[in-house]
């Protein structure tokens, strides 16, 4: 009985992030392909949260070119740092990876905090997003 709760739990949890993965990679094409630098849009979070969040809509494999082929990370950073007037770091995998590792209650992952808005808010993405 244990064992099925847990795996019950388990399968709605892995839903639940599939779901927070797929809306974050719908934000992050919509950033791309419909918005210009010229409107002045600016993140407001940190490097880290933005490179990691754009690492995670690139491991789905939603956001491609006009032939239907994946983009590579690093043209959807430059794409969105563009548009986000944010200069790329040097390395954004290192960055991204470094979001991913956070550990405990103070330090949660991008995604998680994701998850956590989404509860509260249709496009959590653009909480961080400002216009100057």
């Known amino acids: 009985m244990q ?5 019950v739990l ?21 950033i791309m392909y419909e ?11 940190t490097s880290i949260d933005l490179m990691e969040a754009l690492h995670v809509a690139y491991d789905t494999g939603m956001i491609q070119d006009e032939w ?8 959807i950073v430059n794409r969105v740092c ?8 040097r390395n954004p995998y290192e960055c991204a990876s470094r979001g991913r590792r956070r550990k405990g209650m103070q330090q949660r992952t991008y995604l998680e905090r994701y998850q956590l808005l989404m509860k509260r808010m249709n496009n959590p993405m653009w909480g961080k997003i ?3």
């Open 3 to 7: 064992n099925t709760m847990n795996s």
């Open 10 to 30: 388990a399968s709605e949890q892995a839903r639940q992030r599939r779901e927070a993965e797929m809306l974050l990679a719908q934000e992050v094409e919509r």
């Open 35 to 45: 918005h210009q630098e010229q409107e002045g849009l600016h993140w407001k979070g």
């Open 68 to 75: 239907g082929v994946c983009l590579r990370f690093s043209t």
């Open 82 to 89: 563009h548009v986000l007037h944010v200069t790329p770091p």
């Open 130 to 132: 400002g216009k100057e």
